[in-house]
C-alpha cells in the first residue's frame, strides 16, 4: 500500500502506461515523479453496454486489468480526452507573460480511469477513493477541465464576473456605512446606503455570466466540488483543453469573486427586507446561484458548508453524498476505511452516522457550526444532516478543516456520542449558563457607549437558530436562520427567545463550546492575510451551543436549538491610543475591563460546569 500521500498508480503519459506503485515511491523505472491531475466529469455519461454505440471506442490505457470506461461522444469524444491528457502535462499552458504559467513540463499524470481500479466493489477501487486529498495535494498541476464551454465563452464568462465583482466592491466602499457616525443613526444611513436598485450593469452582467459558466456539467458533479476543494488553485481550461488568457485564471479567482457579488447582494437584501421593501429579485437569483453551485463555500474554504451544498450536486449513487464529499474532512469512511470488508456496502443512514460520529470526534467546535433548516429525529440535532446549512457567523472559524490563516480556535467543552435505546445522541461535558443572564450581559454591555463604539455599531451577540417542532420559527418576528445583521434585531431576537422560553417554561442555557481568536498572529502574518482592514483587526469570540429541556416525563436530554457567538475583543477600552499606533501594539497598552468581562470570557461561577445528553 502506497505511503505519504502517493497514488496507487500514475499514468505515463508518453507510453500512455499505468504503472502501480512500487516501493520506494517507484513507478515503472521513475522515482517519486512529478504528476499533474485532472478534474472533469464523465460518471453520468458512460455507456451503460458494449451494445450502446458500439462505434465508441474507450482510450488506449496499456498495463490495467479493467475495462476503460466508454463515454458519450455527445459527452466528449476519445480525441478531446487525448488532447486533455497531452495538455496536462505539458511544459507551458499557454504563451503569456504570467510566469505561473510557465512550468516544467511532466510525464506523469493521475487520470482516475487509469489509476482507479474500475470493477465494481473493487478494494483498491475503495480504497483510492478514500486517497483523493492527498492525491491531489501532491499533485504539482492540477486542471479543471470544462468540457461543456467553449475557450470564447468561457474567458469572456470569467471576465466579466471578475469585473463585476470589482465594480461591486467599489460600489460597497464608495456608499458603505460612515464608520465616525453615531451609532443610532449609523443603521438607518447604512441600510439606505446599502440597497440596491437590481438594476445595476455590473448586476445583470455577473447574473448572465453566472448562469452560462454553471450551465457546465462539471458545476454540477458531486465528485468534482471535493476536488475543487482539494485544489483551488487549479487552471481552468475549455472545451478544445485550451486555458483562458485572463490574468488570474485559476479556480479560486472565480470562486472569490463570486463571493464578493454574494455578500454585497446579501446585505442588499438584508436592508429591503427590514424596511419592507420589494424587487430583490436579481441580487436573491445571484445569491442562489452561488449558494447552491457552491461557490460560497469554496472561497471561504469552509468545509461543513461544503458538505451542506453537496445535496444540490448530481451523482448516480445516493451513498456517494458521503464518499463524494469525506475527503476534504480527511475521512476514509464505509468501504473505503483501512481494513474494511469489502463484501460489505454500507447504506447512506449509517454513513451518515459515521460521518457525525467522526466529525464530533476529530473537529468537535465545527461539528456544531450548522444550523438545521427542518426537524430532525429525536436525538439527531447534534449532528449535520442533509437539511442543514452553514450560516455566515461560523465561516471564519473552521479554514482548511481545524484551523483558520485568520485564527484559531479553542475546545472549552468536551463532545462525543452516546446510545441509548438504540439512538445516538451527542454528549457533552463543559461550563453552562441559563440564556437569560448571558442576553442580559449582552445587553447591558451594548449599553455602555465607550465599549459598544468598538463594534462599529454591531451587536455584541449573533444568534443563528434550527428550525424545530419547539421553537417555531413563526414565534419571531424576523426569521432567525435568514443570518440576521447584528445590528438592533439581534436585540429583538434574543429578547423574543426569553419571552417564549418563560411562556413555554423552557430551560434554556448556553454551552461554552469554543472561543476564536487572532490576537496570536503576528503583524507580518496579518498584512499577508490582508488584516489591513480594521474590523478583521483583533477579532476573539466565544461561540455557545443554545439548548433546551423539554419537559414531561423522561424528558431528561437538552435539545439542541442553535448556535450563537459573542465578542470579547472590545471588552477592555484602552485610551489615549496615540495616533498611528498599530493593533498589535495598542494589545499592549493597559486597559480597563467592562464590568460583564469576566463572566463573557465564561470566567465567573455562573458558569456551571454540567454534563448530559443533547440532540
Known sequence: ???????????????????????????????????????????????????????????????????????????????????????????????????????????????????????????????????????????????????????????????????????????????????????????????????????????????????????????????????????????????????????????????????????????????????????????????????????????????????????????????????????????QLGVSAPNADPARQPALPELELQFGKRLIKDHPVMSQLHIHTKPVQTGQGWRVSSSSIVPEVANKVPFHVTRSFLGDHTLLCKLSYKSVDGVTWGWFSGKVCPFDRVKTAWLSIDARPEYARCLHGRTPQQVVLDQTSLVPMSSFSEHPQNNIPRDRRQHRLIQEMSNLFQADNLPAVILLLGRFSDEQHSEDMWNLAGGRIPEFHGDRFNIGLILIKPQGEGKQCWQRIGICIWDLSHLTLRENVVPGTSFFESLKLEGIDAPEKAFLEGLTDDWEQTEGLFG
Open 1 to 331: 500500500m502506497p505511503s505519504d500521500g502517493w497514488p496507487q498508480r500514475l499514468l505515463h503519459v508518453p507510453t500512455m502506461t499505468s504503472y502501480e506503485w512500487q516501493d520506494g515511491h517507484r513507478y515503472g523505472a521513475h522515482v517519486m515523479p512529478a504528476y499533474s491531475a485532472i478534474s472533469y466529469t464523465w460518471g453520468r455519461y458512460e455507456l451503460p453496454s458494449p451494445h450502446a454505440q458500439p462505434h465508441v471506442r474507450a482510450i488506449t490505457i496499456h498495463g490495467v486489468s479493467w475495462a476503460i470506461p466508454r463515454i458519450h461522444e455527445a459527452h466528449f469524444t476519445v480525441a478531446q480526452f487525448e488532447a486533455l491528457i497531452r495538455r496536462s502535462v505539458a511544459e507551458s499552458l499557454a504563451p503569456s507573460p504570467n510566469p505561473s504559467w510557465r512550468t516544467t513540463a511532466f510525464e506523469f499524470l493521475w487520470l482516475d480511469v487509469a489509476c482507479i481500479n474500475q470493477t465494481p466493489r473493487h478494494p483498491q477501487k475503495a480504497a483510492e477513493i478514500g486517497r483523493q486529498a492527498a492525491i491531489f495535494r501532491k499533485a504539482k498541476r492540477v486542471l479543471v477541465w470544462l468540457n461543456r464551454t467553449p475557450r470564447v465563452i468561457l474567458e469572456r464568462a470569467v471576465q466579466k464576473i471578475i469585473i463585476a465583482a470589482e465594480l461591486a466592491a467599489e460600489h460597497h466602499a464608495s456608499t458603505g456605512p460612515d464608520r465616525n457616525e453615531q451609532a443610532a443613526a449609523r443603521e438607518t444611513e447604512s441600510a439606505s446606503r446599502a440597497l440596491l436598485t437590481g438594476n445595476e450593469q455590473w448586476l445583470t452582467s455577473a447574473l448572465t455570466y453566472l448562469k452560462r459558466l454553471t450551465e457546465d456539467k462539471w458545476f454540477s458533479s458531486l465528485w468534482t466540488l471535493q476536488e475543487a476543494f482539494l485544489s483551488s488553485w487549479a487552471y481552468v481550461i475549455s472545451e478544445e483543453t485550451e486555458p483562458i488568457c485572463h490574468d488570474s485564471p485559476q479556480l479560486h479567482s472565480i470562486f472569490e469573486a463570486c463571493e464578493t457579488l454574494n455578500k454585497i447582494c446579501r446585505q442588499s437584501v438584508s436592508y429591503k427586507t427590514m424596511s419592507g421593501q420589494e424587487g430583490a429579485f436579481n441580487e436573491a437569483e445571484l445569491i442562489d446561484i452561488v449558494g447552491r453551485s457552491g461557490f460560497s463555500a469554496l472561497a471561504v474554504e469552509n468545509p461543513m458548508a461544503l458538505y451542506t451544498v453537496a445535496a444540490n450536486r448530481a451523482t448516480t449513487r445516493p451513498v456517494d453524498y458521503i464518499y463524494g464529499i469525506m475527503q476534504v474532512f480527511d475521512f
